[in-house]
């Protein structure tokens, strides 16, 4: 019931793109200026994605399946297949307004209400699926429907479903989050691109922590945690609060000293070098709360997670951040002080990137931001994951986290007391109720 679990991601998604434009809708209200730029990248997004991919995938596959298996399906599926049918025109309508908006033709409280039919829509259509249509399909279809489904969704040479496509779904919801305005986006004026540009490494052990303990006075924090990441790995570490996830990152870094066991990174026994000697070896961190230097510019703030690169390639590597980042070119001048959590969580993974990490340990990335820029900050290491990077993922948001993961580990008070692939996480009944909600 793989297709089950995407299907649910993909309303998650979406939920918060019609969340996103709720709000962008008060801020129009109270006086803001229509954006078209924007309005019509969310509108691409829907379009490519919502229309063409997943509604194609449970019209072809899952909705076919259920009407043979059930009677009660049509009165189910008929007003959701309408919808899926209408979408199209909607979307069509919807940019009209949009222009007319921005050219003072339509007035804004009509235009606002044009918005929430919309996305009320939206809503109600995601919880009449969720409500219904996936119960019904959990109940009905057979293991042989489930394996025709799951292979459909998860097919990666499909060109509508494939890596490629997911690919370019993901440059669309980057254009969204650079787009919006700042109170829930980064608030640039361009959008970049999350630009592949190296191949995944190989899969040979690049990291390996034995019996690692650390402590804040007498009390133990690490208690003899064992774990290893393989070379172009994505491993996601979770846990409650308290459970010393970031306690494990810093010693692992070099910044919290260890008081047993050992690290091998890349064959060399790193255990006794000081951080900045682990920066240099390519273990680059992006702290929780980011860290940034206030009364610096952003550019210096970049310049400075270089200061262990050549000089010559300096400017190189600026000019990759800026492209992935492109709310950093147009305030690089600024003190890192001045910008949104937002903002400053970008400059944070461009600082540590600029260091050209072979391991690069994210701390809590998408802490307290907004929906839409959560889903962005995944978005990033989901492009950093394809290009090969190795990575060690604290985080928070413990179900997004594994579902990108290719392995995981669960930390209970200095204890590393589960671990498995990012999905036999997610599947495990303990790891769904303590850390997932389920």
Excluded at 213 to 240: D, F, H, N, P, Q
Excluded at 257 to 267: L, V, Y
Excluded at 275 to 282: A, I, P, Q, V
Excluded at 348 to 373: K, N
Aim: hydrophobic content about 40%; aromatic content about 6%.
């Amino acid at each position: 019931m793989q297709a089950l679990r995407i299907i649910s991601e993909d309303h998650s998604n979406m939920w918060r793109l019609a969340t996103t434009i709720d709000q962008v809708a008060l801020e129009i209200e109270a006086g803001a200026a229509v954006d078209p730029v924007f309005f019509n990248s969310v509108f691409d997004y829907i379009e490519q994605f919502v229309d063409h991919s997943h509604h194609a995938r449970e019209d072809d596959h899952l909705f076919r399946l259920l009407r043979l298996r059930s009677t009660e399906a049509a009165a189910i599926l008929d007003p959701l297949q309408e919808e899926h049918r209408n979408g199209p025109q909607q979307l069509k309508t919807l940019r009209a307004c949009v222009l007319q908006a921005a050219q003072g033709d339509l007035n804004v409280p009509e235009f606002v209400a044009v918005l929430r039919v919309y996305t009320a829509g939206l809503k109600s259509h995601m919880h009449h699926e969720e409500k219904f249509a996936l119960p019904l399909a959990r109940e009905v279809l057979t293991a042989d429907d489930w394996a025709e489904i799951d292979r459909a969704f998860l097919n990666n040479d499909d060109p509508l479903f494939g890596d490629k496509a997911k690919a370019e779904f993901r440059e669309l919801f980057h254009r969204i989050a650079s787009l919006a305005p700042e109170s829930i986006g980064l608030g640039a004026h361009t959008a970049g691109k999350l630009q592949p540009d190296s191949a995944p490494g190989k899969a040979d052990v690049l990291l390996r922590v034995s019996s690692m303990e650390s402590c804040y006075g007498r009390i133990k924090a690490l208690k003899g945690i064992s774990l290893e990441v393989r070379r172009g790995e994505t491993v996601a570490l979770v846990g409650a609060n308290g459970a010393g996830k970031t306690t494990f990152l810093r010693t692992l870094s070099g910044v919290q000293p260890m008081s047993a066991g050992n690290i091998h990174f890349d064959g060399e026994d790193i255990s006794k070098l000081r951080s900045d000697m682990r920066m240099r070896r390519g273990i680059c961190q992006s702290p929780e709360g980011r860290q940034v230097f206030g009364p610096l510019s952003i550019d210096d703030n970049l310049r400075l997670g270089a200061y262990t690169q050549p000089r010559h390639q300096v400017a190189g590597d600026l000019e990759k951040v800026f492209a992935m980042f492109p709310i950093l070119r147009e305030k690089r001048k600024l003190p890192a002080g001045t910008l949104s959590g937002g903002q400053q969580q970008m400059l944070a993974i461009g600082r540590a990137l600029m260091g050209r990490p072979r391991m690069l340990l994210l701390d809590e990335p998408s802490m307290g931001l907004a929906p839409l820029l959560v889903e962005e900050v995944f978005n990033v290491v989901k492009t950093l994951k394809a290009q090969g990077m190795t990575i060690l993922l604290v985080e928070q948001n413990a179900f997004a986290a594994l579902a990108i993961a290719d392995r995981g580990y669960v930390l209970e008070t200095g204890n590393v007391t589960l671990t498995g692939t990012g999905q036999e996480l997610i599947n495990n009944e303990q790891v769904r109720a303590a850390y997932l909600g389920m």
